[in-house]
Protein backbone atom coordinates (compact mmCIF):
# COMPACT_ATOMS: atom_id res chain seq x y z
CA UNK A 1 0.00 0.00 0.00
CA UNK A 2 1.46 3.50 -0.82
CA UNK A 3 1.83 5.95 2.14
CA UNK A 4 0.54 9.42 0.47
CA UNK A 5 0.99 12.63 2.57
CA UNK A 6 -1.84 15.34 1.84
CA UNK A 7 -2.22 18.76 2.77
CA UNK A 8 -5.58 20.02 2.65
CA UNK A 9 -6.86 22.91 -0.07
CA UNK A 10 -8.50 25.89 0.56
CA UNK A 11 -7.74 26.25 4.14
CA UNK A 12 -5.81 29.04 5.47
CA UNK A 13 -2.28 28.27 6.91
CA UNK A 14 0.92 30.31 7.61
CA UNK A 15 3.94 29.36 5.67
CA UNK A 16 7.62 29.91 7.42
CA UNK A 17 8.19 32.94 4.79
CA UNK A 18 5.55 34.86 6.66
CA UNK A 19 6.93 34.63 10.20
CA UNK A 20 8.74 37.55 11.09
CA UNK A 21 12.53 37.73 12.05
CA UNK A 22 15.26 37.36 13.96
CA UNK A 23 13.52 34.79 15.41
CA UNK A 24 14.40 31.39 16.44
CA UNK A 25 12.59 28.64 15.14
CA UNK A 26 11.11 25.41 17.70
CA UNK A 27 9.44 22.80 15.42
CA UNK A 28 6.97 20.74 17.43
CA UNK A 29 5.36 17.71 14.93
CA UNK A 30 2.18 16.13 16.42
CA UNK A 31 0.99 12.53 14.77
CA UNK A 32 -3.34 12.52 15.24
CA UNK A 33 -4.35 9.49 14.82
CA UNK A 34 -8.03 8.82 14.22
CA UNK A 35 -10.91 6.01 13.45
CA UNK A 36 -14.20 5.34 13.57
CA UNK A 37 -15.51 1.80 14.47
CA UNK A 38 -19.36 1.09 13.10
CA UNK A 39 -20.87 -2.37 13.96
CA UNK A 40 -23.01 -3.28 11.52
CA UNK A 41 -22.24 -0.73 8.97
CA UNK A 42 -25.13 1.13 10.18
CA UNK A 43 -24.27 0.08 13.28
CA UNK A 44 -23.20 1.13 16.57
CA UNK A 45 -20.08 3.27 16.47
CA UNK A 46 -17.72 5.20 18.23
CA UNK A 47 -14.78 7.41 17.00
CA UNK A 48 -11.13 7.39 18.64
CA UNK A 49 -8.27 9.78 18.70
CA UNK A 50 -4.38 9.03 19.72
CA UNK A 51 -2.49 12.55 19.60
CA UNK A 52 1.65 11.43 19.87
CA UNK A 53 4.56 13.87 20.37
CA UNK A 54 8.22 12.45 20.04
CA UNK A 55 6.28 8.59 20.42
CA UNK A 56 5.04 9.28 23.61
CA UNK A 57 1.00 9.35 23.97
CA UNK A 58 -0.28 12.91 25.04
CA UNK A 59 -3.86 12.93 24.63
CA UNK A 60 -6.64 10.43 23.31
CA UNK A 61 -10.10 10.78 23.36
CA UNK A 62 -12.95 8.28 22.61
CA UNK A 63 -16.58 9.25 21.82
CA UNK A 64 -19.81 7.08 21.58
CA UNK A 65 -21.44 8.31 18.29
CA UNK A 66 -24.56 6.11 18.23
CA UNK A 67 -26.60 3.98 17.26
CA UNK A 68 -26.88 3.50 13.22
CA UNK A 69 -24.35 4.90 11.73
CA UNK A 70 -22.24 3.96 8.81
CA UNK A 71 -18.28 3.16 8.87
CA UNK A 72 -17.74 6.60 6.60
CA UNK A 73 -19.89 8.51 9.31
CA UNK A 74 -17.89 7.45 12.20
CA UNK A 75 -14.44 7.55 10.19
CA UNK A 76 -15.23 11.40 9.99
CA UNK A 77 -16.35 11.26 13.41
CA UNK A 78 -13.22 10.09 14.49
CA UNK A 79 -11.23 12.57 12.85
CA UNK A 80 -13.49 15.55 14.24
CA UNK A 81 -12.77 14.01 17.31
CA UNK A 82 -8.82 14.50 16.59
CA UNK A 83 -9.06 17.86 15.84
CA UNK A 84 -10.66 19.02 18.97
CA UNK A 85 -8.77 16.78 20.66
CA UNK A 86 -5.33 18.36 19.49
CA UNK A 87 -7.15 21.99 19.43
CA UNK A 88 -6.96 21.56 23.51
CA UNK A 89 -3.54 20.15 23.41
CA UNK A 90 -2.52 23.19 21.48
CA UNK A 91 -4.52 25.42 23.47
CA UNK A 92 -3.23 24.44 27.00
CA UNK A 93 0.05 24.72 25.76
CA UNK A 94 -0.35 28.19 24.75
CA UNK A 95 -2.02 28.99 28.10
CA UNK A 96 0.82 27.59 29.53
CA UNK A 97 3.45 29.56 27.64
CA UNK A 98 1.72 32.44 28.44
CA UNK A 99 1.83 31.95 32.51
CA UNK A 100 5.24 31.01 32.32
CA UNK A 101 5.91 34.17 30.30
CA UNK A 102 9.31 32.71 29.02
CA UNK A 103 10.89 31.24 26.01
CA UNK A 104 11.27 27.79 24.91
CA UNK A 105 14.97 28.70 24.56
CA UNK A 106 16.69 31.90 25.62
CA UNK A 107 18.24 33.71 23.57
CA UNK A 108 22.22 34.17 23.62
CA UNK A 109 22.51 36.61 20.57
CA UNK A 110 20.09 38.76 20.73
CA UNK A 111 17.46 39.79 23.78
CA UNK A 112 14.68 41.04 21.37
CA UNK A 113 15.09 37.23 19.22
CA UNK A 114 11.70 36.27 18.80
CA UNK A 115 10.44 32.40 19.33
CA UNK A 116 8.39 30.71 17.43
CA UNK A 117 7.35 27.46 17.81
CA UNK A 118 6.14 25.38 14.55
CA UNK A 119 3.43 23.16 15.42
CA UNK A 120 2.92 20.57 12.65
CA UNK A 121 0.09 18.67 12.84
CA UNK A 122 -0.20 15.40 11.09
CA UNK A 123 -3.44 13.55 10.71
CA UNK A 124 -2.94 9.55 10.07
CA UNK A 125 -6.14 7.28 8.75
CA UNK A 126 -6.81 4.48 7.92
CA UNK A 127 -9.70 5.86 5.81
CA UNK A 128 -8.88 7.03 2.21
CA UNK A 129 -12.03 7.73 1.37
CA UNK A 130 -11.54 10.74 4.02
CA UNK A 131 -8.03 11.18 3.30
CA UNK A 132 -9.07 11.54 -0.71
CA UNK A 133 -12.50 13.56 0.35
CA UNK A 134 -10.71 16.20 2.38
CA UNK A 135 -8.08 16.61 0.08
CA UNK A 136 -10.52 17.47 -2.38
CA UNK A 137 -9.37 15.01 -5.29
CA UNK A 138 -12.59 12.80 -4.60
CA UNK A 139 -15.88 13.83 -4.74
CA UNK A 140 -18.77 13.82 -2.32
CA UNK A 141 -22.08 12.69 -3.71
CA UNK A 142 -23.76 11.92 -0.51
CA UNK A 143 -25.19 15.19 1.17
CA UNK A 144 -24.91 13.38 5.19
CA UNK A 145 -20.70 13.16 3.93
CA UNK A 146 -20.70 16.61 2.59
CA UNK A 147 -21.99 17.70 6.34
CA UNK A 148 -19.14 15.82 8.05
CA UNK A 149 -16.48 17.28 5.30
CA UNK A 150 -17.36 21.11 5.84
CA UNK A 151 -17.20 20.97 9.96
CA UNK A 152 -13.88 19.19 9.37
CA UNK A 153 -12.61 21.46 7.00
CA UNK A 154 -14.06 24.36 9.59
CA UNK A 155 -12.48 22.89 12.64
CA UNK A 156 -8.96 22.63 11.23
CA UNK A 157 -9.64 25.90 9.87
CA UNK A 158 -10.20 27.03 13.11
CA UNK A 159 -6.65 25.29 14.39
CA UNK A 160 -4.87 28.19 11.95
CA UNK A 161 -6.37 31.01 14.01
CA UNK A 162 -4.19 29.43 16.74
CA UNK A 163 -1.11 31.28 14.88
CA UNK A 164 0.39 33.99 15.94
CA UNK A 165 4.06 35.56 16.42
CA UNK A 166 4.34 32.79 18.97
CA UNK A 167 2.71 29.78 17.19
CA UNK A 168 2.32 28.51 13.79
CA UNK A 169 -0.10 25.78 13.30
CA UNK A 170 -0.11 23.82 10.28
CA UNK A 171 -2.41 20.47 9.20
CA UNK A 172 -1.70 17.70 6.67
CA UNK A 173 -3.34 14.27 6.34
CA UNK A 174 -1.94 11.30 5.53
CA UNK A 175 -3.56 7.09 4.89
CA UNK A 176 -1.68 4.61 6.65
CA UNK A 177 -2.24 0.95 6.74
CA UNK A 178 -5.30 -0.60 9.24
CA UNK A 179 -2.73 -2.11 11.17
CA UNK A 180 -0.77 1.33 11.70
CA UNK A 181 -3.42 2.86 13.22
CA UNK A 182 -4.10 0.05 16.14
CA UNK A 183 -4.59 2.69 19.05
CA UNK A 184 -7.25 4.76 17.80
CA UNK A 185 -9.38 1.59 16.59
CA UNK A 186 -9.46 0.50 20.13
CA UNK A 187 -9.92 3.89 21.28
CA UNK A 188 -12.91 4.24 18.71
CA UNK A 189 -14.06 0.58 19.92
CA UNK A 190 -13.72 1.01 23.65
CA UNK A 191 -16.42 3.72 22.77
CA UNK A 192 -18.64 1.54 21.39
CA UNK A 193 -17.87 -1.80 24.03
CA UNK A 194 -18.87 0.96 27.11
CA UNK A 195 -21.39 3.45 24.92
CA UNK A 196 -19.10 5.97 26.71
CA UNK A 197 -17.42 9.53 25.86
CA UNK A 198 -14.50 10.33 27.68
CA UNK A 199 -10.31 11.64 26.51
CA UNK A 200 -6.88 12.80 29.06
CA UNK A 201 -4.03 15.15 27.95
CA UNK A 202 -0.87 14.01 29.66
CA UNK A 203 1.27 16.71 31.61
CA UNK A 204 4.14 18.41 30.23
CA UNK A 205 2.53 18.88 26.77
CA UNK A 206 4.73 20.38 24.10
CA UNK A 207 8.21 21.32 26.52
CA UNK A 208 10.03 18.14 26.22
Known amino acids: ?30 LVSTDGASRGNPGKSGAGAVVTHKDRVI ?10 LTNNEAEYEGLLLGIETVSRIITAHIQQQQQQQTPLIPSSSSSSATVTTIIEIEFLMDSKLVVEQMSGRWRINKP ?22 EHVVSSSFRHIPRASNAAADRAANVAVDTKESGSSICGGLLIL
Request: hydrophobic share 35%; glycine share 4%.
Open 144 to 165: HLQALKDRAVAAIAALSTLSST
Open 59 to 68: GSAHHYIGSY
Open 1 to 30: MIHTTTTTKNIPTTTSSQLPSPLTRVVRRL
